[in-house]
Structures are given as structure tokens and as C-alpha cells.
Nanobody, 113 residues
Framework: QVQLVESGGGLVQAGGSLRLSCAASGTSFRANNVRWYRQFPGEQRALVAAITGSGSPNYADFAKGRFTIPINNSKNTVYLQMSSLQPDDTAVYYC???????WGQGTQVTVSS
């Protein structure tokens, strides 16, 4: 059974940084694309960043230059390293795999002004 577990969310001041983790069991990130999404209240999830099984990253425009998506295959963990956070980044962040479409439970990120 595939399980994704996000962690690392929390409260941070504007301009600060956070690193989210997405740890997988029951699957290998080498065999999947991994995506980070975020969801604002009442809205659909929006793609933040993605990385292919071979390690090629892609970012939403708002994430470019501020977020990175490193992967540690030995730990089967993908990260979302976020810097220069702003209150508009406040959301629940989810990781998922493609094409297997597994999702984690989400982790709350709150950025205070």
C-alpha cells in the first residue's frame, strides 16, 4: 500500500523559510513524477512544483526563484524548500505522485505578516 506523509509545515514570519518533506512508502519516487500542490480555502489545488523520476524540476511561475524541489532517493523523500515566504503563500500543501495519483494528507503552512 502506497503512503505519502507530508511534514514540515508550520507558522513562519514573512520573509522566512520552510522545508516541507514528503516521505513515501510502498512506492519509489524513481518510478514516479512527484508534485507539490497547495490549496487555499474554498479553492482547487494548484500546482507548485514537480520533479520527474529522473530529477528534472518544474515550477509554477509564482514559485520560480523562491522554491526548490530537491529529492533524496535514498530516503525516498521529496522536499519543498520555500524561501521569501509571504502571507499569500499561506495554504495547505500536498504532495502527490503521477501517474499513480497517490496523495498525502497535507501540511498547513501559515505565513504571518
Amino acid at each position: 500500500q502506497v503512503q505519502l506523509v507530508e511534514s514540515g509545515g508550520g507558522l513562519v514570519q514573512a520573509g522566512g523559510s520552510l522545508r516541507l518533506s514528503c516521505a513515501a512508502s510502498g512506492t519509489s519516487f524513481r518510478a514516479n513524477n512527484v508534485r507539490w500542490y497547495r490549496q487555499f480555502p474554498g479553492e482547487q489545488r494548484a500546482l507548485v512544483a514537480a520533479i520527474t523520476g529522473s530529477g528534472s524540476p518544474n515550477y509554477a511561475d509564482f514559485a520560480k526563484g523562491r522554491f526548490t524541489i530537491p529529492i533524496n532517493n535514498s530516503k525516498n523523500t521529496v522536499y519543498l524548500q520555500m524561501s521569501s515566504l509571504q502571507p499569500d503563500d499561506t495554504a495547505v500543501y500536498y504532495c502527490s505522485t503521477c501517474p499513480t495519483n497517490n496523495w498525502g494528507q497535507g501540511t498547513q503552512v501559515t505565513v504571518s505578516s
